[in-house]
């Protein structure tokens, strides 16, 4: 299977490095806030919002409290300066070379633009790292210029930022906008463990643990930060009782898995995925019917590379950060993710949806139209369950798809023309599978449970001539926060389709429906209705039925399949005979 990480941290290494390039007025020293935690301070911007950084939600995840679920923080009496972020969570760390040059030259920049970019991402320096990294940014309009709650309670929203669940941070610049907040949310950003640090799975740890499991580290981390929403909002003027999360990419997978996830059950009332479900992630702690790697797998493999044998708990949390680190390979990070270990999660995201076996809340849920342009040609493969589908020839094309769609290969390689045009239908392929199918499943069931459900197809496409990247992977992000790199062009539809997209943003927020006054109506699910968000092409903002139904379809068929192979065999599930393209 394709293994996605490494080129999605290069994504993020090169977009951190540009987006600095905007000259960012400076903020004024904000009042003392009283919290239940203790005194904080943090700054106001220049728009009015107060903006508390690098608060702690939990007890640093070091030394002895390695690869253990997370501890509350502890209070203080002294004022905490939240006037700065907080350290990133270890991760690998990654140049933006080819993958730059692939992002400049499918914009179409003109010359000097490319050579400000280049210049921005090679002087920005690295961010500290730490294992000491369990922290979170408030960004508040509700507050007075004494610190003072000045109005009712708002509608909180909390950012699970992407990256593979192995890179990224909360503290990310096109994170920490205004725009949101200034539309009246309460604005949460936070850090949680990433690739072995969050997602370790090893026999000696599980032994070591009183719940005789291991991993999942970085999903209770999330859980222990929406918690300290839970005891701590009110403070900064937001309501606990009405709070939205919402991530991209990995941050939307981890929206899944906060919905799948029983401890997370009433920490949040509505979910938003962009470009993500976790619902073909397919690990086990051990045993693996698939050639996805399982928990164990990746521990024993990263064991091996940090020159161990047979490791105690203790001698794994005496390695250093920095070994393990450097010993982290890309083979190993796939077995990084969410596992099915009985206790954080007793089911697979994608069994749990398929039993109505989720906290159930109102879900808004898109992909982007073009997401794999920034992925497919480091990675020229269209699906995620098998290497090497061959570039040429039809029947060799059959061959490596049919183990796995059955009769319906034949189907996806005339529907994608893979045998006529690789590349293009190969791109559209791999970012329907890996994004478009499974944020539809999740739109499919929720609906199916009668509760509020809305999908999008992001279509808008970068305003220059001879762009050939299309509407990418994480390009509606600069949209919903409000920060756009301005640098890779931007019109005046842009300026209008990202209001629209905050406005529809924060009115699901406050009360689980998007529509509101002036805005073009987007519908419901139910029947098949997507709402198209589109910039600079042919194509208009509104709703359209079924968008690429047939291909969806094919695509979901091989979801099916594999999610029955690693259903449990005690457990009965739905056959792939469900699927509208069984055969």
């Avoid at 006037?83 to 920049?109: K, V, W, Y």
């Avoid at 109505?356 to 794999?372: I, M, R, W």
Wanted: overall charge negative; aromatic content about 10%; glycine content about 10%.
């Amino acid at each position: 299977m394709i293994r996605k990480p490494f080129l999605l941290i290069t994504l993020f290494s090169t977009l951190y490095g540009i987006f600095w390039l905007a000259a960012l007025p400076r903020d004024r020293e904000g009042p003392v806030l009283s919290t239940p935690q203790g005194p904080v301070q943090g700054v106001i911007t220049p728009n009015g919002i107060h903006n508390f950084m690098g608060i702690p939600f939990a007890k640093p995840p070091v030394d002895e409290l390695r690869w253990k679920p997370p501890l509350k923080s502890e209070s203080w009496s002294q004022v905490h300066d939240a006037t700065s972020f907080g350290n990133m969570c270890m991760q690998p760390s990654a140049s933006g070379g080819t993958f730059l040059d692939l992002m400049i030259e499918r914009h179409g920049l003109s010359t000097p633009r490319k050579t400000l970019i280049r210049w921005a991402v090679n002087a920005s320096g690295p961010s500290t790292m730490s294992e000491d990294c369990l922290y979170l940014n408030v960004r508040t309009p509700n507050l007075d210029n004494s610190g003072n709650v000045k109005g009712g309670p708002r509608p909180v929203m909390v950012w699970i930022h992407g990256g593979g669940h192995q890179f990224g941070s909360g503290d990310f610049p096109m994170y920490q906008g205004d725009a949101l907040p200034m539309k009246g949310v309460v604005l949460v950003t936070i850090n949680y463990r990433l690739g072995a640090f969050g997602y370790l799975a090893h026999p000696a740890l599980s032994a070591d643990d009183f719940r005789g499991v291991s991993g999942n580290y970085g999903t209770l981390d999330q859980i222990a930060a929406l918690e300290w929403v839970r005891d701590n909002i009110s403070a900064y003027g937001g309501d606990p009782n009405n709070v939205t999360i919402f991530g991209e990419s990995a941050g939307a997978w981890s929206v899944t898995e906060m919905m799948s996830a029983p401890a997370a059950r009433g920490l949040f009332h509505k979910a938003i995925g962009q470009s993500g479900a976790s619902t073909y992630h397919l690990g086990q702690m051990s045993e693996e019917p698939t050639d996805w790697l399982s928990g164990y797998e990746g521990g024993l493999m990263l064991e091996s590379a940090i020159g161990l044998s047979n490791p105690s708990a203790e001698d794994l949390r005496n390695v250093s950060a920095k070994q393990i680190n450097d010993s982290v390979n890309e083979e190993m990070a796939w077995a990084f993710h969410h596992i099915r270990d009985g206790v954080v999660f007793p089911k697979n995201v994608g069994h749990a949806f398929q039993d109505n076996d989720y906290y159930a809340v109102p879900t808004l849920f898109g992909y982007n139209s073009d997401e794999a342009t920034v992925f497919f040609p480091g990675d020229e493969n269209p699906t995620v369950w098998t290497k090497d589908v061959p570039k040429e020839g039809r029947s060799a094309q059959i061959a490596a798809l049919r183990p796995h769609y059955d009769k319906n290969a034949e189907k996806l390689i005339d529907i994608y023309s893979l045998d006529m045009d690789f590349t293009t239908g190969g791109e559209q392929m791999m970012g329907d599978e890996i994004f478009g199918v499974n944020v539809r499943f999740i739109s499919k069931i929720n609906s199916a449970r009668g509760l509020p459900a809305y999908s999008f197809i992001f279509t808008r496409v970068p305003p220059n001539e001879e762009q050939t990247i299309g509407a990418f992977h994480f390009a509606e992000t600069q949209f919903v926060f409000g920060t756009p790199q301005k640098i890779f062009g931007w019109s005046d539809e842009d300026e209008q389709l990202a209001e629209l997209m905050q406005n529809y943003w924060v009115n699901f927020a406050t009360n689980g429906n998007p529509n509101g006054e002036g805005l073009p109506e987007w519908p419901e699910y139910e029947n098949g209705t997507w709402m198209q968000l589109a910039a600079n092409d042919e194509l208009r903002t509104g709703a359209i039925s079924n968008h690429r139904q047939e291909k969806l379809d094919l695509l979901e068929y091989g979801l099916l399949k594999k999610l029955n192979v690693i259903r449990p065999q005690s457990s009965q599930g739905p056959d792939v005979a469900g699927s509208p393209s069984a055969e």
